[in-house]
């Protein structure tokens, strides 16, 4: 079994940034994609960004240019790099894990921006 945990949720004003981490554990070597989902209240959870083994990244529409996500394999961590947040940002950030075994996710970081 592998475990995600988040990390790094906090309330900031626009325009300013904020870093979440996400630590892997368990047999999280098997790990293939990491990502990050975003749940606002009363909205469907959306897909932030992704990355993949061989750092592939794919990021939505609405974060490309503000949002860096990277990951280090050997230390099983992944970091989302948000720059020049907007209120719209505001919302609990998951963090995710695909195994052979499905996906694995974390309990969530609330990120709040204030305007």
């Known amino acids: 079994q592998v475990r995600v945990v988040e990390s790094g949720g906090d309330l900031v004003q626009t325009g300013e940034s904020l870093r979440l981490s996400c630590e892997a554990s368990?047999?999280?070597?098997?790990?293939?994609?990491m990502g990050w989902y975003r749940q606002a209240p009363g909205e469907e959870r959306e897909l932030v960004a992704q990355?993949?083994?061989?750092?592939?990244?794919d990021y939505a529409d609405f974060v490309k240019g503000r949002f860096i996500i990277s990951r280090v394999r050997a230390k099983n961590t992944m970091t989302l790099q948000m720059n020049d947040l907007k209120p719209e940002d505001t919302a609990v950030y998951f963090c995710?894990?695909?195994?052979?075994?499905?996906?694995?996710w974390g309990q969530g970081t609330q990120g709040t921006v204030s305007s």
């Open positions: 990355i993949s083994t061989v750092g592939r990244r």
């Open positions: 995710f894990g695909d195994t052979v075994w499905g996906r694995a």
């Open positions: 368990g047999r999280a070597g098997s790990m293939s994609v």
